[in-house]
């Protein structure tokens, strides 16, 4: 690094070098933005299908076309004052033109004949078509789109066959469409320059303009331009039915803002505020509404849905879930870490988007910081910082942990270490990766297992005789157990059942999206796609890795170990005593209760609890490793462990654990200790989460973790919460989230929710606004920070 490279990466070595407050622009903004989530929005109205002389194009044209035509008309009106245009949600009027979550059928142009929509419905396919992907950021940044484009053009000779020749014409289809709403953009801040009053307005409505003339079709050439880029790409994506993350943001952008710097044509000021706008862009479409409000809902939500015998999920309905998400779209940054090569990634914009989100205080963009024992001090003092405002975020990764287990899993060394999250936490390699997940229930085998293959949950589908169908297989009679080894390999039966049923099903399922929902636009945007003349959808991409995480698996810890200790070593029940209590939902069974509960639980390093996690995790990961191997030539199926937000709904599907759980409660969060069990105290829980075998576990699964504010104050909790931070990494810790706040803080919340609309909380994968939550998750925060509800 040169003397002046030294000097421009040293201008902002941490929070105690950034300006005290936003620019009055951002200020502003700010205000408009968090004013305007109150507002109802109106829907657009979106163009309902594509020309019919286009209906005889292959399918992936067609899909092409829609994204074109929805583009084309897309509305263009700016934010005042902003200095990033495109949005999915206007100011004034509140015209919203873009979020699948609304409704895919009308908020996206229709590209199917009626034959292919029957076959669609039949099959249950959804059209919505790839989350949980990054897009390759730093090629578009690079390269532009046009580059792109010929690229594709290029490889247009070595189609071999019309599903070649189709899939490259429907991306120049949709790079095109991306180039066309560029302009059309940069033609309305040319309009808006000619009515601005105000000179320096205009000048800068004016360089926007110019911006889009040079980028996304060709390369960016400043920092300004690079996050325009981003953005536009990102809004279009989110727009389209694809609601991806943003990856190493940190990483593709340095080098335009080095770069400014280096010439003189941007001042760090400028680009504080630029990158401040640039968040506050992910918020736009931002809803805090009165019937989001937990008072406002009804709270006898319908939570049964079909449940097929196949089933491996224990989680049950929906409702709550989707509403608590309203304001979650993936929306993923993640900053620091190793860069390829093995240094360390940290510069000026990891500290910019990290305040960014401090000062914002909403909920997106998320953010996630990578730690190794090389990261700078300024970096985890700035993290701890954020930390206790308050918001769950951001949330920690080690990459000594990460790295060897995607290396493990043949991951290269370099693209390990490039490594991002998706719009949750999973672990992938961006631009380069097509992922997708599935989630199984440990303690639902249990469960299996103590009932025959059957659900305990009382609402249960039913069988023409009455009886509750058969999830799992009979493993036998639990009553004749004669040991601890006998669950065991009952319990290994149903694991091995069920993830067979998965690994089948996910090989099955491949190529289905690519049959009617394939995505040309992300596909040109993906390492490998245009190469090899395949969409993303028909494992185009250098990568394609298709999660298992294992749910609940904190309650599976311990309800084995309550079961040995207490049936087994020391007698005190019979198994087939833990059974019946079990479908008693404990009542008339308190004293037997009393004991499952007095037994060793997962979260206090308690060495031989620990060594069951460690069975289990070791069972869970040897299962799928051995019925995927067969299909790694198609797909790689790394494990995890995890809950994301949906803990409430997971309970809801499981009955009473041995435990001592009762039926229906919510299970931990994630790989965190069940709720009150890790009675040792937070240094416990770490041990004992970081001595599970994360080697194994390359998709992830995070350790939920909650401070009381008034525990870290000042300068010196700063500090305590660093050397927690640096304990973590120490020990060989994943992934861990931390939410500080103080109990007493969330009840006043659900009293006067008004005087706390700020308030946000981890939600497993993602953060939300405290008040606007369902009664169940506010008093489950509440739980997990250690309150007692009144």
């Given at each position: 690094?040169?003397?002046?490279?030294?000097?421009?990466?040293?201008?902002?070595?941490?929070?105690?070098?950034?300006?005290?407050?936003?620019?009055?622009?951002?200020?502003?903004?700010?205000?408009?933005?968090?004013?305007?989530?109150?507002?109802?929005?109106?829907?657009?109205?979106?163009?309902?299908?594509?020309?019919?002389?286009?209906?005889?194009?292959?399918?992936?044209?067609?899909?092409?076309?829609?994204?074109?035509?929805?583009?084309?008309?897309?509305?263009?009106?700016?934010?005042?004052?902003?200095?990033?245009?495109?949005?999915?949600?206007?100011?004034?009027?509140?015209?919203?033109?873009?979020?699948?979550?609304?409704?895919?059928?009308?908020?996206?142009?229709?590209?199917?004949?009626?034959?292919?929509?029957?076959?669609?419905?039949?099959?249950?396919?959804?059209?919505?078509?790839?989350?949980?992907?990054?897009?390759?950021?730093?090629?578009?940044?690079?390269?532009?789109?046009?580059?792109?484009?010929?690229?594709?053009?290029?490889?247009?000779?070595?189609?071999?066959?019309?599903?070649?020749?189709?899939?490259?014409?429907?991306?120049?289809?949709?790079?095109?469409?991306?180039?066309?709403?560029?302009?059309?953009?940069?033609?309305?801040?040319?309009?808006?320059?000619?009515?601005?009053?105000?000179?320096?307005?205009?000048?800068?409505?004016?360089?926007?303009?110019?911006?889009?003339?040079?980028?996304?079709?060709?390369?960016?050439?400043?920092?300004?331009?690079?996050?325009?880029?981003?953005?536009?790409?990102?809004?279009?994506?989110?727009?389209?039915?694809?609601?991806?993350?943003?990856?190493?943001?940190?990483?593709?952008?340095?080098?335009?803002?080095?770069?400014?710097?280096?010439?003189?044509?941007?001042?760090?000021?400028?680009?504080?505020?630029?990158?401040?706008?640039?968040?506050?862009?992910?918020?736009?479409?931002?809803?805090?509404?009165?019937?989001?409000?937990?008072?406002?809902?009804?709270?006898?939500?319908?939570?049964?849905?079909?449940?097929?015998?196949?089933?491996?999920?224990?989680?049950?309905?929906?409702?709550?879930?989707?509403?608590?998400?309203?304001?979650?779209?993936?929306?993923?940054?993640?900053?620091?870490?190793?860069?390829?090569?093995?240094?360390?990634?940290?510069?000026?914009?990891t500290h910019l988007l990290l305040r960014a989100y401090e000062r914002n205080q909403m909920t997106n963009p998320l953010v996630t910081v990578r730690l190794h024992s090389g990261t700078p001090d300024a970096l985890l003092t700035a993290t701890c910082e954020v930390l206790k405002?308050?918001?769950?975020?951001?949330?920690?990764?080690?990459?000594?942990?990460?790295?060897?287990?995607?290396?493990?899993?043949?991951?290269?060394?370099?693209?390990?270490?490039?490594?991002?999250?998706?719009?949750?936490?999973?672990?992938?390699?961006?631009?380069?990766?097509?992922?997708?997940?599935?989630?199984?229930?440990?303690?639902?085998?249990?469960e299996w297992v103590l009932n025959r293959g059957h659900s305990l949950v009382v609402d249960a589908p039913k069988g023409e005789a009455g009886t509750p169908l058969s999830h799992g297989v009979d493993t036998g009679d639990p009553a004749t157990f004669q040991s601890f080894e006998?669950?065991?390999?009952?319990?290994?039966?149903?694991?091995?059942?069920?993830?067979?049923?998965?690994?089948?099903?996910?090989?099955?399922?491949?190529?289905?999206?690519?049959?009617?929902?394939?995505?040309?636009?992300?596909?040109?945007?993906?390492?490998?796609?245009?190469?090899?003349?395949?969409?993303?959808?028909?494992?185009?991409?250098?990568?394609?890795?298709?999660?298992?995480?294992?749910?609940?698996?904190?309650?599976?810890?311990?309800?084995?170990?309550?079961?040995?200790?207490?049936?087994?070593?020391?007698?005190?029940?019979?198994?087939?005593?833990?059974?019946?209590?079990?479908?008693?939902?404990?009542?008339?069974?308190?004293?037997?209760?009393?004991?499952?509960?007095?037994?060793?639980?997962?979260?206090?390093?308690?060495?031989?609890?620990?060594?069951?996690?460690?069975?289990?995790?070791?069972?869970?990961?040897?299962?799928?490793?051995?019925?995927?191997?067969?299909?790694?030539?198609?797909?790689?199926?790394?494990?995890?462990?995890?809950?994301?937000?949906?803990?409430?709904?997971?309970?809801?599907?499981?009955?009473?654990?041995?435990?001592?759980?009762?039926?229906?409660?919510?299970?931990?969060?994630?790989?965190?200790?069940?709720?009150?069990?890790?009675?040792?105290?937070?240094?416990?829980?770490?041990?004992?989460?970081?001595?599970?075998?994360?080697?194994?576990?390359?998709?992830?699964?995070?350790?939920?973790?909650?401070?009381?504010?008034?525990?870290?104050?000042?300068?010196?909790?700063?500090?305590?919460?660093?050397?927690?931070?640096?304990?973590?990494?120490?020990?060989?810790?994943?992934?861990?989230?931390?939410?500080?706040?103080?109990?007493?803080?969330?009840?006043?919340?659900?009293?006067?929710?008004?005087?706390?609309?700020?308030?946000?909380?981890?939600?497993?994968?993602?953060?939300?606004?405290?008040?606007?939550?369902?009664?169940?998750?506010?008093?489950?925060?509440?739980?997990?920070?250690?309150?007692?509800?009144?």
């Amino acid at each position: 690094m040169s003397v002046t490279q030294s000097r421009i990466a040293s201008t902002l070595t941490g929070f105690e070098d950034m300006p005290s407050r936003s620019s009055e622009r951002v200020e502003n903004l700010r205000q408009r933005v968090r004013a305007a989530m109150a507002v109802p929005p109106v829907i657009w109205e979106c163009p309902a299908r594509i020309d019919d002389r286009f209906m005889a194009e292959p399918l992936p044209v067609r899909k092409a076309r829609a994204i074109a035509l929805k583009l084309a008309q897309l509305p263009t009106a700016l934010w005042a004052g902003q200095l990033l245009a495109g949005s999915l949600t206007l100011e004034d009027p509140r015209l919203h033109s873009g979020d699948p979550r609304h409704n895919a059928a009308t908020d996206f142009p229709g590209y199917l004949t009626a034959s292919e929509e029957a076959e669609v419905k039949r099959r249950h396919i959804s059209l919505q078509c790839a989350g949980h992907i990054v897009p390759d950021y730093p090629v578009l940044l690079a390269q532009g789109l046009n580059g792109i484009r010929g690229r594709a053009e290029a490889q247009m000779q070595n189609a071999a066959n019309p599903a070649e020749a189709a899939f490259l014409r429907s991306t120049i289809v949709a790079l095109d469409g991306v180039n066309v709403l560029a302009e059309r953009l940069a033609a309305q801040c040319e309009t808006d320059a000619g009515q601005a009053g105000d000179t320096d307005r205009r000048a800068e409505l004016l360089q926007m303009a110019e911006n889009f003339r040079q980028s996304p079709a060709g390369p960016a050439g400043t920092f300004w331009q690079a996050l325009q880029s981003v953005w536009l790409l990102h809004m279009v994506f989110h727009s389209t039915m694809n609601r991806n993350a943003l990856g190493r943001a940190d990483q593709y952008l340095w080098p335009f803002l080095e770069a400014d710097l280096r010439e003189g044509r941007l001042e760090m000021l400028r680009a504080v505020e630029l990158v401040e706008c640039f968040c506050l862009k992910f918020n736009e479409r931002a809803r805090t509404l009165d019937e989001q409000r937990s008072e406002n809902r009804d709270m006898v939500e319908p939570e049964t849905r079909p449940v097929s015998s196949r089933r491996r999920s224990s989680q049950v309905g929906a409702d709550r879930d989707r509403i608590d998400a309203v304001n979650h779209w993936l929306q993923n940054i993640i900053i620091g870490g190793l860069t390829p090569d093995g240094g360390d990634g940290t510069n000026p914009v990891t500290h910019l988007l990290l305040r960014a989100y401090e000062r914002n205080q909403m909920t997106n963009p998320l953010v996630t910081v990578r730690l190794h024992s090389g990261t700078p001090d300024a970096l985890l003092t700035a993290t701890c910082e954020v930390l206790k405002a308050g918001g769950g975020m951001p949330a920690l990764f080690n990459d000594e942990i990460l790295v060897p287990a995607l290396e493990k899993m043949g991951i290269p060394c370099p693209d390990a270490r490039d490594y991002t999250n998706d719009g949750c936490w999973e672990v992938i390699i961006p631009g380069r990766t097509d992922f997708r997940f599935m989630r199984l229930s440990l303690l639902l085998c249990l469960e299996w297992v103590l009932n025959r293959g059957h659900s305990l949950v009382v609402d249960a589908p039913k069988g023409e005789a009455g009886t509750p169908l058969s999830h799992g297989v009979d493993t036998g009679d639990p009553a004749t157990f004669q040991s601890f080894e006998e669950l065991w390999k009952a319990f290994l039966r149903q694991l091995d059942a069920m993830a067979g049923r998965a690994v089948s099903d996910v090989v099955a399922s491949l190529d289905t999206r690519s049959e009617f929902a394939p995505t040309p636009l992300l596909s040109a945007l993906i390492d490998g796609t245009i190469e090899k003349r395949r969409d993303l959808t028909a494992g185009g991409a250098k990568f394609r890795t298709y999660a298992l995480i294992g749910e609940s698996g904190a309650h599976t810890i311990d309800s084995l170990a309550a079961i040995r200790s207490v049936c087994f070593e020391q007698g005190l029940a019979s198994l087939a005593e833990v059974r019946d209590a079990m479908r008693a939902n404990f009542v008339g069974h308190e004293s037997l209760r009393a004991k499952l509960l007095a037994g060793p639980k997962y979260g206090n390093d308690d060495p031989e609890t620990d060594a069951l996690g460690r069975a289990l995790v070791d069972a869970f990961t040897g299962t799928v490793r051995r019925h995927a191997a067969p299909h790694e030539d198609q797909v790689k199926c790394p494990c995890g462990m995890g809950t994301f937000s949906w803990y409430v709904g997971i309970g809801q599907g499981l009955g009473a654990s041995p435990d001592g759980r009762r039926s229906g409660e919510p299970v931990s969060s994630n790989f965190s200790p069940a709720l009150g069990r890790d009675v040792r105290g937070i240094p416990s829980a770490i041990l004992s989460y970081s001595g599970m075998p994360h080697i194994d576990l390359a998709a992830g699964g995070p350790l939920d973790l909650r401070l009381p504010r008034h525990f870290v104050p000042g300068a010196q909790g700063t500090e305590k919460m660093k050397a927690l931070v640096r304990g973590f990494v120490d020990a060989g810790g994943a992934m861990l989230t931390l939410t500080v706040a103080d109990t007493e803080e969330l009840l006043a919340a659900q009293q006067e929710p008004d005087h706390y609309r700020s308030l946000r909380v981890r939600m497993g994968g993602w953060c939300a606004f405290f008040t606007l939550l369902s009664l169940e998750q506010q008093d489950h925060q509440i739980r997990r920070q250690g309150g007692r509800l009144s």
